[in-house]
């Protein structure tokens, strides 16, 4: 059964500092999705990530797959308060379009 | 553009009854999917279709019907409501189910039943 673990779960960070969410995945995939969703709102796309060693950013935010390891990874660097938010790893294995997700990482960023 | 339009945004329901939620994409968009999320649960796939008249089971189905009889609607029926059930519920389309886009979701409904 295809299981995809984030972690931390919950991260409490200061401004200004650095941090990184990790996913594992527990099937063979190509495509791995990264979203965004505010308290109380929908789900906004961050990134796709469709190949090994494929890393993209946008603003304070970079991620990245090891297609070998089943981990993906999304580095917060310097963090600020816009940034509080839930942050959802995807996973779309190989041979079928059943898209699960992790658990979500809430993420707060303190003053 | 709306995008992914779900109605109602909120409803409660007394355990045992029907409804149907629904969903509708205005992007030409094969593929849509139904989640629900819990807390602590991230989300879940109830149900996905790859086209009109395709559907298939996701990670937790039962409980649930769907059907796909145009490319635009992609309802989801409560069949007898049970506070198991109470959830956002998420639906959410892209260009294909082998796409390399993101799928969009639209703006959930809560459910609760009581």
């Known amino acids: 059964e295809l299981k995809v673990e984030q972690n931390p779960l919950f991260l409490s960070m200061q401004e200004g500092k650095n941090y990184t969410i990790y996913c594992n995945y527990s099937?063979?995939?190509?495509?791995l999705y990264w979203y965004r969703q505010d308290p109380g709102k929908s789900l906004e796309s961050l990134f796709v990530?469709?190949?090994?060693?494929a890393v993209k950013q946008e603003g304070r935010l970079m991620a990245s797959l090891d297609t070998k390891a089943r981990l993906s990874t999304l580095h917060i660097t310097a963090a600020v308060h816009d940034l509080s938010a839930t942050y959802f790893c995807a996973v779309v294995p190989l041979t079928v379009n059943d898209m699960r997700f992790g658990a979500g990482t809430r993420l707060t960023v303190k003053p | 553009n709306a995008g992914v339009t779900q109605t109602p945004k909120f409803q409660v329901l007394k355990t045992g009854q029907s409804m149907t939620l629904q969903c509708a994409q205005d992007?030409?968009?094969?593929?849509m999917s139904w989640y629900r999320q819990d807390p602590g649960m991230g989300l879940r796939l109830i149900h996905y279709?790859?086209?009109?008249?395709?559907?298939d089971q996701g990670e937790v189905p039962n409980g649930y019907n769907v059907s796909r009889s145009t490319t635009e609607d992609f309802p989801l029926r409560l069949l007898s409501a049970a506070p198991s059930q109470t959830s956002v519920y998420f639906c959410?389309?892209?260009?294909?189910?082998?796409?390399?886009?993101?799928?969009?979701f639209g703006d959930g409904t809560r459910l609760s039943i009581l």
């Open positions: 279709s790859v086209g009109a008249g395709i559907t």
């Open positions: 990530l469709l190949s090994n060693g």
């Open positions: 959410a389309s892209s260009r294909t189910g082998g796409s390399n886009q993101p799928q969009h």
């Open positions: 099937t063979t995939s190509d495509r």
């Open positions: 992007m030409n968009h094969e593929y």
